[in-house]
Every structure is written in C-alpha cells, then in structure tokens.
C-alpha cells in the first residue's frame, strides 16, 4: 500500500512539473519577416480589374533591374486574394495591397514600415473602383519600388550583421576610416596601402567588394570612373595574362546618383564591367564620397561574375555589403 501511495505521487509531481514546463517557452522566435530574396506579395482581387490594368501594374513591379547585363525582374510575385493575404501572408517583407471596395468615399495611398513585422513595407492602396486605384498606384510607383528595394537590401545586411567576420571589419576601420558589415565568407584576395580586395569565390560564381582610397577630386561621373579604371588595371589581375577588368563602354551607363549613405554624402553608380584582354564581364555598384577631412575619396565598390547563372540576388548581396557604410 505504501509502495502504491509513493508511485501515485511521484506521477502526481511529473505532471505538474511536466504543465510547469510547457507554460515556460524553451526559447524566444524573433519577429522576423519572411520571404525569399527579391520577392513580394501582390495582394488583389482580379474581379475588379481588366487584363490590361493587371498588366500595367506588373509593368512597375517586375521591370528589369536596372544595371545587369541580362533582364531580370526586380521583383518575383506571389499574387493572392485579399482573403487569402489576411490568412497566410501578413509576415511576408514586402506588400503591395489593392482593396476595392465600392463604400470607400476616398482614394487613399499608405505606406507602413513595419506593421506586422520587421523589416517590413506594406503599401495600401484603397478605393471604390480599378481606375481610380490604378492611378495612385502610377502617381506613387518609384516611392514604392524604392521602399520595397531598400527594404530588400535591409534584409540581406540584417543577415550579414548575424554571421559577419569581425577581424575583417576592424581591418576596413583602421585602413579607411569606415564601419562596415562583411559577412562570412569573404576574404582578402589583395591588400595595398591604399586598396583593399575582398574575394568570395565559387565554383560557379565570384562576388568581389574593392574599397580603395584616391586623392580628393570632383565626384562626376568620369572622375569616378577614370579612378575606378586605374586602381582595376593596377591591382587586379584577370584570369588571362594582361588582362583586368575595367568599366564597360555601354551606352546609357552608368548610372549615377547622389546619395546620402547614413552620415556620408556620396555618388552611387550602378553598371556593367568588362574585361580587358577577355572575355568576362558583369555588373556593379559602386558608392564614392569624401572623406571626413575633404583631402581624399573613398570608393567601396561591389561587383558580380556569374556567367551561367541570375545575376540579381548576387548583385544585391554586394550592394547591401557596400551600403553597410558608417
């Protein structure tokens, strides 16, 4: 009877141990948004909309991506009701959301950072009818593929900063001036007083990020390029002899635009290279600004060789690599 009465309440403290347990969680799940990379969730009801109005909003998101030397879309679509979007997709990193609904008395545009989960932009468009909405969609069109670009990049560099190589950091500070986020697997295929090479190779890609120091000079277009164009033939050997890779002469590139990079004033370009002597090619992005003392320029300059394969996740990958400037 005894043997019985201790067996009862030794089950009797399993089971309010094991209830203990399960209402303290084992572990904290960080409220991360999902998705792949370069993809979004087009939330519509097609019966409102003709063929046509469905096709000039793809025409928006899914131009070519500016700058590689192949068409790809910026942006791979996941549609869905609006039904379905409350139900499954409200984690998702970037939303566009059309919502026609005949009781709406005005056409309304709303851009939110942030409001289900991070990073996170959810653009919404409301009103009574498929032409209406349509037209704010076209009036906001580049705010919107710049938040959901950005937002993109803010993902890869939130990865980066999770798996980043801090004694290569600590290198770029002390050579440059600058912060940046390197992530895993990049190494040091060059080093000179001025020049740094970061090399992440595979067998079927190479992905390079070059941050290079130059006397003070105009940030134009030319000046850029030039600089880019002599440290390239100085410092980077191709895989043929006497050859290296220089800035590709393609008419309507680069791109140059100027932009504020955290506290830095700069000149981004975006572009195709080229090589000398061979064969190889493919795109790049670079960021140019002045150093804080106004004597010298600092470029960080990310570029892609991948023959055989889409180049515009890789592309991305470096420029978010670059745009981690501090």
């Known amino acids: 009877m005894k043997n019985r009465l201790y067996f009862l309440l030794a089950i009797v403290l399993l ?4 209830c203990k347990q399960k209402s303290v969680p084992a572990f904290k799940v960080d409220n991360f948004s999902t998705g792949k990379a370069g993809e979004m969730i087009l939330a519509i009801d097609t019966n409102y909309w003709t063929k046509a ?3 000039e909003i793809y025409k928006v998101i899914q131009q070519p991506q500016p700058a590689i030397n192949q068409i790809e879309p910026m942006f791979d679509v996941i549609e869905c009701s609006n039904r379905d979007f409350l139900a499954s997709f409200t984690k998702h990193r970037n939303i566009l959301q ?13 851009l939110k950072r942030d409001p289900y989960t991070s990073p996170q ?12 909405c349509l037209a704010l969609f076209l009036a906001h069109k580049d705010e919107i593929i710049e ?19 801090p004694d290569l950091e600590k290198k770029i500070h002390d050579k440059f001036g600058i912060s940046m986020t390197v992530p895993d697997g990049y190494f040091v295929g060059r080093e000179e007083e001025d020049f740094l090479w970061l090399c992440f190779r595979t067998p079927k890609n190479d992905r390079f990020v070059m941050i290079y120091k130059s006397p003070a ?13 002599r440290i390239t033939k100085a410092y980077i050997q191709g895989a043929v002899q006497g050859a290296y890779p220089i800035v590709a002469d393609v008419e309507g590139f680069p791109l140059m635009r100027e932009r504020k990079q955290h506290y830095h004033d700069g000149v981004e370009l975006r572009g195709l290279w080229a090589s000398v002597r061979d064969k190889m090619g493919g795109p790049f992005y670079s960021y140019t600004m ?6 010298s320029c600092i470029t960080v300059d990310g570029f892609v060789y991948a023959p055989q394969e889409k180049k515009r996740d890789y592309l991305r990958e470096v ?5 981690s400037i501090k």
Request: no cysteine; net charge neutral; charged share 25%.
């Open 53 to 55: 109005a469905r096709a």
């Open 319 to 323: 420029e978010a690599i670059v745009k």
């Open 98 to 110: 059309f919502d026609i609904n005949r009781n709406h008395a005005n056409n309304t545009f709303e």
């Open 147 to 165: 938040a959901m670009y950005e937002n993109d990049i803010k993902r890869l560099q939130n990865a980066h900063r999770k798996l980043n190589k």
């Open 121 to 132: 932009i959810q653009t919404t468009i409301r009103g009574n009818n498929a032409d209406s």
């Open 15 to 18: 089971t309010v141990t094991s």
């Open 217 to 229: 000079y105009e940030l134009t277009t030319e000046n850029i390029v030039y600089e880019r164009n």
């Open 290 to 295: 002045l150093s804080p003392d106004q004597t």
